[in-house]
């Protein structure tokens, strides 16, 4: 069994209630947590609704946004005491079938090396997403800034593994924060998210600490889709939170001196190709 959990902030209602009917289709779902960071709390017909299954649980946040990580590690928390085996976080913005959750659910259940995996994603226009990386560098960061498009263009096609096509198997040790499937031992093991982050690296810093212990894998035999996501909040303020995150990600890790960073993306380069070959 498995629980969700969806950080909300400023959201369609109706998409998240198309959304939730859907997951609870899903026989493996045990659980979905939706954690409301919104200023004001979601409307008497949105929580009644909500309410209506014993299986999704509304939280609102008293009005503060907390941020993704305090908000995911209620629910995480939630799956540790009630030692429910996966937990998935994801984007109410993704697109996905009740049979693709037990797909999941079932490529876990016979791969228990593996401590985390995302499918397939596509956008609107069914365009394949890079939800894999290598670990970041400050480079790698400032890059998308500073470099011309088409020399920014190419840094990506080799920091998102673009050589492999999104068509095999690729242990990343970086995966997109829009859906992760996590073995609860996994996530346990690596204390969690670090509440640290507010919204940005998070996953990074997670899936990175993950990596070391298991397997962090896409599966490209799944796909699902990812609307673009909105916001209603002040452009100054999203770059302060990811500046602040950024420093806390290379202050924890390194900057410059990083031997673990170079060491699994050599490895994670050298594997790619041998399943290439």
Not at 96 to 112: T, Y
Request: charged residues 20%; hydrophobic residues 40%; glycine residues 2%.
């Amino acid at each position: 069994m498995l629980n969700i959990s969806i950080c909300l902030y400023a959201y369609d209602a109706a998409n998240v209630q198309h959304l939730v009917q859907t997951l609870l289709q899903a026989e493996t779902v045990k659980n979905i947590y939706l954690l409301d960071n919104s200023p004001e709390e979601a409307d008497t017909r949105f929580i009644q609704t909500m309410s209506a299954s014993r299986r999704t649980h509304y939280i609102w946040n008293e009005g503060k946004n907390i941020g993704y990580s305090k908000s995911h590690n209620i629910a995480i928390r939630e799956s540790v005491w009630q030692r429910t085996k996966y937990h998935l976080i994801m984007k109410p913005s993704v697109e996905i079938k009740a049979e693709d959750i037990n797909k999941l659910h079932n490529f876990m259940e016979h791969n228990p090396q593996v401590g985390a995996v995302i499918p397939h994603v596509v956008d609107a226009d069914g365009k394949t997403r890079h939800v894999c990386r290598l670990l970041p560098t400050p480079f790698d960061i400032f890059a998308r800034h500073i470099l011309p498009a088409f020399i920014e263009e190419k840094w990506t096609y080799h920091t998102a593994l673009c050589a492999t096509g999104y068509r095999q198997i690729i242990n990343a040790p970086v995966l997109d924060s829009c859906f992760l499937f996590l073995r609860t031992e996994a996530a346990l093991q690596a204390r969690l998210i670090d509440e640290r982050f507010f919204s940005n690296f998070w996953h990074i810093d997670l899936t990175r600490t993950i990596h070391r212990n298991y397997l962090t894998l896409f599966i490209p035999d799944i796909t699902i889709a990812k609307k673009q996501d909105k916001t209603t909040q002040n452009q100054w303020h999203l770059l302060w939170n990811k500046t602040a995150d950024m420093c806390q990600y290379f202050n924890k890790w390194g900057w410059i001196f990083d031997s673990e960073r170079k060491e699994i993306n050599q490895l994670t380069l050298q594997l790619c190709k041998t399943e290439q070959a």
